[in-house]
């Protein structure tokens, strides 16, 4: 199966900072989605990107299939996005999602 | 709220024990999927179901069981589990083959 790398494993920020999150996968996929997890473990999608470029209010990814990444960007971070955020994929056959180990993140105030 | 309920949210039993985990989803999808989140561990596939059949066992211990009567619940029934089974228990649905899962917010279990 597919390896998928995040990085870093671990984020503090300020609040208001800019911040980069990545994404390796070891093959192509072409099913590539990101998450949140809040403190009390629901896991919530942000987005669903194989390829592209998408934003959703301050926070906004870009996936390069051709180079088998994926970027997640939060703007302007607020308390509230502290959690772990995954990236996770499959390839084309079957539905079998691989999920990276995740990058914590803390915004302090 | 993400359309998929699991219940119970905590649970706390004995090695003994039998209880079962239930999920049910209100999005229409015909796929379901068990995953376990143990700490500092990454999220693992246990178990998916594509119509109602079970098409993955990602080499599961049989002290889980799992139950797909229908496309919109998936059960998952424990048997003399082990200490080491403690973890977040998350279900998760789709249309199966377009991808975006989404997943109910999990059983947290501890195993005395």
């Known amino acids: 199966g597919i390896q998928v790398e995040q990085s870093p494993p671990d984020l503090i920020l300020q609040e208001g900072a800019n911040s980069t999150l990545r994404c390796n996968f070891s093959?192509?996929?072409?099913?590539l989605q990101w998450f949140h997890q809040n403190p009390w473990g629901q896991l919530i999608n942000l987005f669903y990107?194989?390829?592209g470029t998408k934003q959703n209010g301050r926070l906004s990814a870009t996936t390069v299939a051709t180079e088998r990444y994926s970027l997640l960007y939060i703007s302007s971070s607020q308390t509230t996005d502290s959690g772990v955020y995954f990236c996770?994929?499959?390839?084309?056959?079957?539905?079998?999602?691989?999920f990276g180990g995740g990058t914590r993140v803390l915004v302090k105030p | 709220e993400t359309g998929v309920t699991q219940t119970p949210r905590h649970l706390v039993m004995g090695m003994t024990n039998k209880k079962s985990l239930k999920c049910e989803q209100h999005?229409?999808?015909?796929?379901m999927y068990w995953y376990k989140q143990s700490a500092k561990k990454p999220l693992e596939l246990m178990f998916v179901?594509?119509?109602?059949?079970?098409?993955e066992n990602n080499s599961v211990p049989s002290r889980f069981s799992p139950e797909c009567p229908n496309s919109s619940h998936l059960f998952l029934h424990l048997h003399t589990l082990q200490p080491e089974d403690s973890a977040l228990y998350l279900c998760?649905?789709?249309?199966?083959?377009?991808?975006?899962?989404?997943f109910g917010a999990g059983t947290r279990l501890s195993v005395l």
């Open positions: 998760a649905s789709s249309q199966e083959g377009k991808g975006t899962q989404y």
């Open positions: 093959d192509s996929v072409n099913n």
């Open positions: 990107i194989p390829s």
């Open positions: 996770a994929g499959f390839k084309a056959a079957g539905n079998k999602l691989t």
């Open positions: 999005l229409g999808h015909n796929a």
């Open positions: 179901y594509n119509f109602k059949e079970q098409t």
